[in-house]
């Protein structure tokens, strides 16, 4: 079994999600970018605040108390369910079951960061996501919830024009993914390492063993056209 | 070179996502790694310890500075490991002197200062290049992921500052009652051997734990470049689906 980052989720419907859970390097640089904005924050709120002599110094106490336990959890009940920081590293934060997180269980999982803290910045939270599959900290296991990747990295260009041709036998789900991923990298791989690749899937393009390289690539083109649906405009 | 033979799912991820593959490594292989990794580590450290003497500061600095050497290590135990094979002591001692010899020089000197060097290490470690062909290639593999490689680093170097500090903490914290204060004032005390010894062993054992993570992470990172650069994950597929 090859080794995965991947969390499976199911739903009730009974489908399985692949959710792709965030682990330690994301999490802390979020964490810094989270902790820069806070500090800003701060350093406005205590700015006005000073003005207002005592009247300020209460208010100064009731905004750090908010921005340090609620700044999360309004994020994470908006529209991008996560914190600017986890915004810009791409994560949010999700229910286990790939769901949207809930009002409980924001609340819980950032209460439960002053567990997370202890012994000191982070130590228990860091441990966890070092130790586990999951990259569950200790908040996380109390709600329920995940760190997840919002976007998949895409390294497909468009693919290269070819006209289409029918493999040479059927071809099985993994087998047209793989030759459809081939053709998508054909932009930004060079024109000698996209032909060994294509080397590989010979007895698909039902060339003879013979062929040239330039022919095998271009049938496979062909190939990959076919299998998105592709066909010779009809005279 | 057998790209379908790595036992881990190859696919583009980011180089975050690429080092928590790294993490899952380590996981995976922690027996192997406290075979070989483990022993090598506690004699190194052990040493290290012995020069307390010389001044509180001084243990530290050797296991600091012998780090890229020590990663040699960890690096052969996961490159391995990538493909599914365990590895014993006597694997290690088998590759010694390529392991332990090859590069010495650079590894102890220009390879310390590096910010990145988990990411390039496989460069010239595994791909066993030299000279003006791994400058190139380091090159190739730092364009526009230098920020994502030392980004990594700065990650891991910031939690072992954490770490340390962090079970420090906790021997102040389970201090008896009406201690705690003094504790706290002998730890900060600078100068004296017995607790320049329990800081430097302190970190000592934290890098026996987080340096295999940060080694794998790297790795990790290096072989994602791999599948951007010249689509492992495609070749894995085809000689997978297609062989």
Excluded at chain 1, 136 to 160: F, I, M, N, Q
Excluded at chain 1, 166 to 173: E, I, T
Excluded at chain 2, 105 to 111: D, H, K, N
Excluded at chain 2, 211 to 217: D, K, L
């Amino acid at each position: 079994m090859a080794l995965d980052t991947l969390y499976q989720a199911e739903t009730p419907e009974g489908i399985a999600l692949a959710l792709r859970p965030a682990g330690l390097v994301a999490r802390a640089q979020a964490w810094a970018i989270d902790f820069g904005i806070r500090l800003g924050l701060f350093f406005v709120i205590s700015l006005v605040a000073g003005i207002a002599g005592g009247l300020g110094a209460a208010f100064l106490l009731i905004a750090y108390f908010l921005l340090e336990w609620f700044y999360p959890v309004v994020f994470e009940l908006g529209r991008g369910g996560a914190t600017p920081g986890k915004q810009a590293l791409g994560l949010q934060v999700v229910m286990d079951s790939g769901l949207p997180v809930t009002v409980a269980a924001s609340v819980v999982r950032n209460l439960l960061r002053a567990a997370d803290f202890l012994p000191f910045l982070y130590a228990a939270g860091a441990m966890a996501l070092l130790l586990r599959h999951d990259f569950k900290r200790l908040g996380d296991l109390a709600a329920g919830t995940l760190v997840v990747y919002r976007e998949t990295v895409r390294l497909h260009g468009a693919l290269p024009e070819a006209p289409p041709v029918a493999p040479a036998r059927l071809l099985s789900g993994a087998e047209q993914a793989a030759i459809v991923a081939w053709a998508g990298r054909g932009t930004r791989l060079t024109p000698e390492r996209f032909e060994e690749l294509a080397q590989l899937a010979r007895p698909v393009a039902g060339l003879p063993a013979g062929a040239r390289g330039a022919d095998l690539t271009r049938r496979l083109l062909g190939v990959a056209h076919w299998v998105l649906g592709h066909r010779e405009a009809q005279r | 070179m057998r790209v379908d033979a790595i036992a881990l799912q190859l696919r583009p991820r980011t180089m975050a996502e690429a080092a928590d593959l790294g993490v899952l490594l380590v996981q995976r292989h922690v027996r192997s790694l406290a075979r070989t990794w483990a022993p090598v580590y506690a004699a190194v450290a052990l040493l290290a310890l012995a020069t307390i003497e010389l001044g509180a500061w001084v243990p530290g600095l050797v296991i600091f500075w012998c780090k890229p050497w020590l990663d040699r290590t960890i690096l052969f135990v996961l490159s391995r490991a990538v493909f599914g094979d365990a590895t014993s002591a006597a694997d290690l001692w088998r590759q010694r002197r390529s392991i332990w010899r090859g590069d010495l020089l650079r590894t102890l000197t220009l390879r310390r200062l590096s910010p990145w060097r988990s990411y390039t290490q496989p460069v010239a470690q595994l791909e066993g290049q030299s000279g003006a062909a791994r400058r190139r290639r380091r090159a190739q593999l730092l364009r526009g992921r230098r920020g994502a490689a030392a980004g990594v680093h700065a990650v891991y170097a910031h939690v072992e500052l954490v770490l340390v500090t962090g079970v420090l903490a906790l021997a102040v914290w389970l201090a008896p009652e009406g201690s705690h204060r003094s504790v706290l004032a002998w730890l900060g005390r600078g100068g004296t051997l017995s607790n320049g010894l329990v800081i430097s062993a302190t970190y000592a054992a934290i890098v026996l734990v987080l340096e295999p993570f940060y080694v794998a992470s790297g790795f990790a990172m290096y072989l994602n470049r791999r599948v951007e650069l010249e689509a492992w994950d495609v070749e894995q597929e085809f000689r997978r689906a297609l062989a």
